[in-house]
């Protein structure tokens, strides 16, 4: 996963506030020790607490929200302040964040030789060390003038393959194709322990077994059909959904 994004760097290069129309905004579940709600406008606390509260967004350590293109307002004073805003919505504390914040990507690219400035090393050391989260230096711990604006990430960011939210169930299925691989498929199939010693079915006429190496592809011989009658137009709906 990804930290470390910011809402605001030091170079003053911000994100939008919350309540732009048809803005997408992740906020992240905070102790409410640490709570410290920002002085907002009745219009712009009542619409953002709508949102998150009537969110169905099931993840247990952010909730992304969407500003609506209408019917929804926040007063027009507080579009111009600080983007950076905690809330308590329901007795819990929301804090906005980078939209990135907790998302996973496969990072390999900045791996490869050459690509990443900072070395390597800089970026397999999170996961090496065990850690869960690369964390990105809007703000660099040792040397102010290396913290890196969120421009940067912008800049590189489709590179990296999108993968998902830290904390949200996901499919094998639904990986990029660059993760799935029979690797990773066996990985977590044995983590799982799900059962990989297959079915037997009932093959076609002149069926041979799948050649991997050809890539995702299916191809039918027309000879053979599989809906009775002279009518073919559904034949390859038919297919598909058999498989």
Known sequence: GLKGLTVIDQYD?????????????????????????????????????????????ENAFIRDIYFPSSGTYCNITDGDTNPEIEIVVDGECWKRVHEDHMSVYDMTY??????????????????????????????????????????????????????????????????????????????YSDELNIDNSGVLICGSPNEVANDRSLGFHFDANSGFTTKSGVDKTNNRKLIWLMI
Request: aromatic share 10%.
């Open 13 to 57: 290069q911000r994100l939008e506030h919350p309540c732009t129309p048809e803005l997408r905004s992740r906020w992240e579940l905070t102790d409410m020790l640490d709570c410290q709600p920002s002085d907002l406008f009745s219009g712009t606390k009542s619409s953002l607490t709508y949102l998150l509260s009537s969110s169905s967004d």
């Open 110 to 187: 900045w791996t490869l030789v050459g690509k990443h400035p900072g070395g390597v090393n800089n970026i397999k050391k999170w996961s090496d060390s065990g850690q869960e989260f690369l964390i990105f230096p809007s703000l660099h711990p040792m040397r102010k003038s290396s913290s890196h604006p969120i421009s940067r990430w912008y800049n590189i960011k489709a590179k990296f393959p999108y993968v998902g939210r830290f904390g949200d169930p996901l499919l094998i299925q639904d990986l990029p194709n660059e993760l799935r691989t029979d690797d990773v498929t066996k990985f």
